[in-house]
């Protein structure tokens, strides 16, 4: 061998091997791109259940192209405490927060200091964006420079748009940020945010007799509305922002990484799509609202290609929790599609149907392609992996439930569990465990839905262990979590109880 050749295979090792070990030397700098999908199920997604009848084809091109898990999971149940923890790393519930915010609810849970993953990008040199729901609490100003704390309708006619927002994501670590406070099609304040301010106010009431009238169409609030927002086109807008952040920035610095944080309102409820999307499924507005999130993913990634930066991006889908009770329930009545399929529970429950989400992570000559793991992670471990990408060292104060997966994703896990634990919180605060294949349930029931009466009630499951106070399942032999071997397995529960306890106190469940 030649010594230009041998030199050149030195180089290259050197520059690998940060991205092998995860050390603190910086290696390459990928641009990063998350595609946050809202309530999308793992039973949504045709590469995740073949018997989905809303066809995803550019999704299912992304996982052929690189990784799927198959044992990825969301935080939290529910939107906001997600969010919280894919953007710092750190479970909600060590903050004590429970719920959702809605109108101007805030003020915004990341406290000022806290690092976040935006800001640990942009510190190593990343130019970085987000675009779309943010839903992590914002301090709206009345007139006279007070904070709103009312609630509801009444507290959006109180803001002053004027006036800046002094929590927005751009001060949270993002530079860019074009986007809604909460669930856009949902929640009393129909408007945009551009950065710190509200450039077009709302200025009437939302008329509803305007909007589309089906079964999944019932979950906006009543509320005020800005002239330039249209509740069917808001999807269409955010990635029209997204495409237009990738152009200028590649144009403007090309020598310069991005991380986007693509927040999508789809496949939220109410399932308003596009009107080019209009039947474009058989399988009804839910159904075609899950095709045009599948096209959100077609056009991002496609606009990379274009760019000539789909090489050295690495792309992560996946949803913030599971999907809500009204699709799962309708949709399995009107098209026999199941978005929770396989999996017991939806959206709020602590059972594998609230938390376990689709997630695909794709980055050309590191990733192998149409490859799947079924290791356990969560969405905070994002966190951990883009600074073992990056060649940062986190400080001990923050990521506290944040791991790095860099290995899983570089097929260098050598088959053994990244995690020790995986923790899970639902909308009330109740907490689980999961650890290799043993789920422990620190409470009775689901931790979020009600299945004694209403439209959940012929889902509703007999329990095998009604009096024990918590719940114990066995993945493995169990996953539809139907046989509860709490008082069969007393040593599990102990075991895995103290490991929930020592984590509370400890304040970390990484390394």
Not at 134 to 145: E, M, Q, R
Not at 346 to 355: A, L, S
Not at 449 to 456: D, E, P, V
């Amino acid at each position: 061998m030649k010594l230009p050749d041998i030199l050149v295979m030195l180089v290259a090792t050197m520059l690998m091997a940060p991205l092998a070990s995860g050390s603190a030397t910086e290696p390459v700098r990928p641009n990063i791109l998350v595609i946050l999908a809202d309530d999308l199920g793992y039973g949504d997604v045709g590469c995740y259940n073949a018997e989905s009848k809303a066809p995803t084809p550019n999704l299912d091109r992304l996982a052929r192209e690189g990784m799927r898990f198959t044992d990825a999971h969301s935080p939290s149940t529910v939107c906001t405490p997600t969010r919280y923890s894919l953007l710092t790393g750190q479970m909600a519930f060590r903050i004590n927060y429970r719920g959702v915010f809605a109108g101007v609810g805030g003020p915004c849970l990341i406290k000022e200091n806290r690092l976040t993953l935006p800001g640990m990008l942009r510190d190593r040199g990343y130019a970085t964006a987000l675009t779309g729901k943010w839903h992590v609490g914002l301090t709206f100003l009345d007139k006279d420079g007070q904070r709103i704390t009312k609630g509801g309708v009444e507290g959006v006619k109180l803001i002053d748009c004027s006036r800046a927002i002094p929590d927005s994501p751009i001060h949270r670590g993002f530079e860019r940020f074009f986007g809604t406070a909460c669930c856009p099609a949902t929640d009393f304040l129909y408007a945009y945010i551009d950065g710190d301010r509200i450039p077009v106010p709302p200025t009437q009431m939302l008329d509803k007799s305007k909007l589309p009238k089906h079964p999944y169409s019932y979950d906006n609030r009543p509320g005020m509305i800005a002239p330039d927002f249209d509740l069917e086109d808001v999807d269409m807008v955010f990635l029209r922002k997204s495409r237009e952040f990738l152009e200028t920035h590649v144009k403007r610095s090309p020598e310069k990484p991005f991380f986007l944080l693509h927040s999508m309102h789809a496949v939220h409820l109410p399932s308003f799509p596009a009107k080019q999307f209009h039947g474009i499924t058989k399988a009804g507005p839910h159904g075609d609202f899950i095709h045009q999130l599948d096209h959100t993913v077609g056009e991002l990634t496609r606009t990379l290609e274009k760019l000539g930066v789909a090489d050295n991006t690495l792309v992560i889908f996946t949803s913030d929790n599971g999907p809500e009770t009204t699709s799962v329930v309708r949709m399995r009545a009107d098209h026999q599609h199941d978005g929770a399929r396989p999996w017991r529970g939806m959206k709020r429950d602590q059972w594998e149907g609230g938390h376990r989400v689709p997630l695909i992570a794709r980055w050309k000559g590191h990733i192998s392609p149409g490859s799947t793991s079924t290791q356990t992670i969560c969405l905070t471990d994002v966190m951990a992996t883009c600074a073992a990408i990056t060649g940062t060292k986190l400080p001990e104060n923050a990521a506290e439930d944040s791991v790095n997966i860099l290995p899983v994703l570089l097929g260098k896990d050598g088959g053994k569990p990244i995690r020790e634990y995986t923790l899970h919180q639902t909308i009330s605060l109740a907490l689980a465990i999961r650890q290799g294949s043993w789920k422990y349930l620190d409470h009775r029931d689901s931790g979020g839905n009600s299945y004694g009466k209403g439209a959940l009630q012929p889902f509703a499951l007999p329990d095998a262990a009604p009096t024990a106070p918590g719940q114990l399942y066995n993945l493995d032999t169990d996953p539809g979590e139907r046989n509860n071997l709490y008082f069969k397995h007393p040593d599990v529960v102990r075991k895995l109880k103290s490991l929930l306890e020592s984590s509370k106190t400890s304040g970390r469940s990484a390394p």
